[in-house]
Every structure is written in structure tokens, then in C-alpha cells.
């Protein structure tokens, strides 16, 4: 017979029993009581009371536009359906400030990998970003980014099914499908462009646990990834030349005559003046709203998300999608009031840490 576990101490440490490849839930033992994962019904009750996407009030139906009667954060709707900011008498769109083959509207990890793949097309590239060059949401991020690189261990097909399975199948398959097999290609470019992930001593990649996933394959550097992500694709671009403008917010897309992106429209935060932006192609990586503070909540976003790119699309015509639900981040400080928002990474869950109440109960 197995030895029998080891005794609970006073502090009721918990000790997990999942089946993590077949997503069966889990159940906490602590000091010989079951605590089974909770049912449907009492589930769906519990977000009603408190999970802020699940309350009655806490969506609002677009009033116009392409989504009209999609109901979603008020808080976003009430810039969707916001008046222009931009003082026609003082933009002239019959001349442009700046042209270029490919302008990308965000200057954080998406948007500068977005640049770099843009310019080693052999297209001229121009990066317009809001604040500084890298501040953005990727320059906080802390656990690590998932790659399937583990040979027999791991493949992308596992790693697929655990993001539908973590997304409860509501994700675009199309979009997994491209994640799971282009991510360890993805992180090769990051390797070779210089980010040090952490290693073994034999030279190989380290990978932990993600929060739900059946298999080892988070690939992180130390507890400052997305800032070791950043300073690799920055230092890239800015080696190779890349035009960036600074403190230049877009506000406007500019369409042609057929209804097709055409540029931007910027402004300059430092002399108040609006610029336009002539582009072949249009990239939007403005990232996440988190700073909106949906329906209250503190976040653990950058300053600079703030939507952006969610009005400026909208206002062209394109659709949204998605947006009727918030990844809320479970683990970051509430108290001391200073600290609100400070992230705790993901590793915490990674490992096996649980989300408790007061009581030691999950």
C-alpha cells in the first residue's frame, strides 16, 4: 500500500490532486475534508453575484455602428459612441507630414515585432506610439510565454487543446491553430535576436507549469520576461533604423475614396499639433483597455492601455469581437492602497499555488 501522507500542519497547508492532462477539475484535501470543485448551477449563481462580466448591469448595447446592439463594458461603449476629438479647422488631409509603405500604430511587443517583420520584408516602416518606445503591457508582463518545444514531451497539439480548453472552446480555432504552431518558431526569433531565457545548466530552455496547462512549457526569463521580450525587439529595431515617433498618439485612421485605410491621423502631445501619416498598409497594436477600469476594478495594465485601438477601429467600420468578456488577472496586491494592481505573476499559479478565501477553502 502507498505510505500514508504526511500529517497537516497548523497552518493548513493544502495539497492538489488534479488529472491537469484531461481537465478534470480539482479537489482540495485539508485536514481529511473534500473540497470538490463547485457545481454548475452554484457556479453560474456565484458569477451572477460578483463576477463582474455576469452582472446584470454590467454590459451596455452599441447604439451605432457595425456591432449596434452588441452589449458590452459601458465604459467602452461610451468612447465607441463618443464625438471626434479632432478640430477639423486645424487638419489638412489634401497633404501628408509623413509617408511609408507600413505604419504600425503601438510601439509595444506586438507592435514593434510587427515593424521588424515589415522592414526584413524589405518594406519602410514607421512605428507611432502613444508614450515612449516599449511602454506598454509587454514591458510588465512577468511569468513566461508558451512555446511547444519539448519534443516527445509536449507538442502543439497538446498545447492546442489546452487553450481551447482553457478558453472553454469560445476561441476562434483558426487563431489557436496559428498560436500553437507558429510559437516555437516565435521564440527562435527571440532567441536569436538576443533574449536570454533562463536555462539549465546543460544549456537547455527551463519551462514551468502555466496556470491550466497539461505540460511544461512556459519558457520565462527569471520574473521579467516581457521586459526581456521588449529590450530584445526594441534594441532590434532601433538598430535597424526604424523610424519611431514618440508621444504621437493616433487619433483618427484616414480612409480613401474606397473606404480603405490610407493612414493615420497623429497628434503630437508635446506641441499639440496634428500630423498626418500616408501608409500603404495600417498595422493596429495598440494594446489591452485595462486602464479603463471596467466597472471599477483595479488592473495591472501599463498607463497607456487605454483602448485606443478598439475606437480608432471601430470608427473606420471594422467589427469588434471578444470584447463582451475581460481577462481579469486572479493574483495581484490590493493592500497597501499603494500597491493596488501590482502584478503576482502567474508562476505562483503555475506551481500549484490556490486562490483561498480566509478560511483556507478554494
Not at 179 to 191: F, G, I, Q
Amino acid at each position: 500500500p502507498p505510505p500514508p501522507p504526511p500529517p497537516f500542519s497548523s497552518r493548513r497547508r493544502h495539497t492538489r490532486y488534479a488529472d491537469r492532462s484531461r481537465g478534470l477539475g480539482d479537489v482540495y484535501k485539508r485536514q481529511g475534508e473534500e473540497y470538490p470543485t463547485l457545481s454548475l448551477d452554484e457556479r453560474d449563481s456565484r458569477l451572477k453575484d460578483f463576477h463582474p462580466d455576469a452582472k446584470e448591469d454590467s454590459r451596455t448595447p452599441i447604439r451605432v455602428g457595425p456591432n449596434k446592439g452588441y452589449a458590452i463594458s459601458p465604459e467602452i461603449v461610451s468612447l465607441l459612441e463618443a464625438r471626434s476629438r479632432v478640430d477639423p479647422d486645424r487638419v489638412d488631409l489634401s497633404r501628408w507630414d509623413h509617408e511609408t509603405d507600413v505604419l504600425v500604430i503601438g510601439g509595444g511587443g506586438a507592435g514593434t515585432s510587427a515593424a521588424l517583420t515589415a522592414l526584413h520584408s524589405g518594406a519602410d516602416v514607421l512605428i507611432a506610439t502613444k508614450l515612449r518606445h516599449g511602454d506598454a503591457n509587454t514591458m510588465m508582463a512577468e511569468g513566461g510565454i508558451q512555446a511547444a518545444t519539448k519534443g516527445w514531451k509536449d507538442s502543439p497539439y497538446h498545447h492546442y487543446l489546452d487553450v481551447l480548453g482553457g478558453g472553454h472552446f469560445k476561441n476562434d480555432p483558426e487563431l489557436v491553430y496559428t498560436l500553437v504552431t507558429e510559437a516555437p518558431s516565435a521564440l527562435k526569433w527571440l532567441e536569436d535576436l538576443g533574449a536570454m531565457f533562463s536555462k539549465h545548466p546543460d544549456g537547455t530552455l527551463a519551462t514551468l507549469h502555466g496556470g491550466g496547462t497539461s505540460r511544461r512549457r512556459m519558457h520565462y526569463a527569471a520574473d521579467i520576461t516581457g521586459a526581456e521580450i521588449m529590450r530584445t525587439v526594441r534594441d532590434e529595431a532601433r538598430s535597424c533604423s526604424v523610424k519611431v515617433l514618440e508621444f504621437s498618439p493616433a487619433v483618427e485612421l484616414v480612409l480613401d475614396e474606397h473606404g480603405a485605410c490610407a493612414g493615420a491621423l497623429l497628434f503630437d502631445l508635446e506641441t499639440e499639433e496634428y500630423f498626418v501619416v500616408r501608409a500603404k498598409a495600417v498595422v493596429l497594436a495598440t494594446g489591452g483597455s485595462g486602464r479603463l477600469h471596467l466597472q471599477g476594478f483595479m488592473t495591472t495594465n501599463h498607463y497607456g492601455a487605454t483602448g485606443d485601438g478598439l475606437i480608432l477601429a471601430y470608427r473606420a467600420g471594422v467589427q469588434l469581437n471578444f470584447l463582451h468578456t475581460v481577462q481579469y488577472h486572479p493574483t495581484g496586491a490590493v493592500f497597501p492602497e499603494q500597491a493596488e494592481g501590482l502584478l503576482i505573476t502567474e508562476k505562483f499559479r503555475g506551481a500549484g499555488a490556490n486562490i483561498l478565501n480566509v478560511d483556507g477553502e478554494q
